[in-house]
């Protein structure tokens, strides 16, 4: 079987998660095929999503003009996978605190946009993450805060706030992980989770 996974190709780190997800799944003796997602009706052939960083707002923008939105909702209510990360995070959250976000509703957490600060602000953490064995090397660039959790499981926290979190099949991260070279974030999403499993029959 050959998973096809979809990354949002609006912004954002695209060839680096692409290549992340095939490392992930080579790890499991699994053929992937990415394909990009600019335009509705690619979402639904999808085993796997990925939703990455950005501007909020175009990404939000972009996923609403061109109908990927409701694809991508109906996609988690059918239990397949999504990571979702930095500005991927905002947009997927359950409250974006920003109106010109239109959210997904994805995750049960509000966030705070540009909370750890500017692009000069940037730093890389090890971050201890439910799930692994050892801490997995953070990338934060002009990231989001999640300022509260709902209903979402909290995997990682840095200064006593989480910075990733899970709500079903959907997983966010404050952080970059696709600009390290260590794919265990992407893992831990799509191919190690039991909802991940079941769906796309991974065991």
Same mark, same amino acid.
């Given at each position: 079987m050959?998973?096809? /996974?979809?990354?949002v190709a609006?912004?954002?780190?695209?060839s680096?998660?692409a290549?992340?997800?095939?490392?992930a &799944?080579?790890?499991? %003796?699994?053929? !992937?095929?990415v394909?990009?997602i *600019?335009?509705s009706s690619?979402?639904p052939d999808c085993?796997l999503?990925?939703?990455p960083?950005?501007?909020s707002? /175009?990404?939000?923008r972009?996923?609403?003009?061109?109908?990927?939105?409701?694809?991508?909702v109906?996609?988690v %209510? #059918?239990?397949?996978?999504?990571?979702?990360?930095c500005?991927?995070?905002i947009?997927?959250?359950?409250d974006?605190?920003? @109106? *010109?976000?239109t959210?997904?509703?994805?995750?049960?957490?509000?966030?705070? *946009?540009? #909370?750890f600060?500017r692009? &000069? %602000?940037?730093?890389?953490?090890?971050?201890?993450?439910?799930?692994l %064995?050892?801490p997995?090397p953070?990338v934060?660039i *002009? &990231?989001?805060?999640?300022?509260?959790?709902?209903? /979402?499981?909290v995997l990682?926290?840095?200064?006593?706030?989480a910075? /990733?979190v899970?709500?079903?099949?959907?997983?966010? !991260?404050?952080?970059?992980?696709?600009?390290?070279? @260590?794919?265990?974030?992407?893992?831990?999403a799509?191919?190690?989770s039991?909802v991940a499993?079941?769906?796309?029959?991974l065991?």
């Open positions: 050959t998973i096809r /996974a979809g990354v609006v912004q954002g780190d695209v680096e998660h290549e992340a997800i095939r490392r &799944a080579a790890s499991h %003796d699994e053929s !992937t095929e394909v990009e *600019r335009q690619v979402v085993d999503l990925l939703l960083g950005g501007e707002t /175009a990404i939000s972009h996923l609403q003009r061109e109908g990927i939105a409701p694809e991508i109906d996609h %209510d #059918a239990g397949k996978p999504v990571l979702a990360t500005a991927g995070l947009v997927a959250s359950a974006p605190n920003d @109106d *010109r976000v959210s997904l509703d994805l995750i049960d957490v509000t966030v705070e *946009r540009n #909370a600060g692009q &000069a %602000d940037s730093f890389e953490a090890p971050l201890d993450v439910t799930g %064995d050892e997995f953070a934060f *002009r &990231a989001p805060l999640i300022d509260s959790v709902g209903d /979402a499981e990682a926290e840095w200064d006593g706030r910075v /990733a899970r709500d079903g099949p959907v997983v966010g !991260t404050s952080f970059h992980p696709e600009l390290t070279d @260590d794919y265990r974030i992407h893992d831990l799509f191919f190690e039991e499993n079941a769906v796309s029959g065991e």
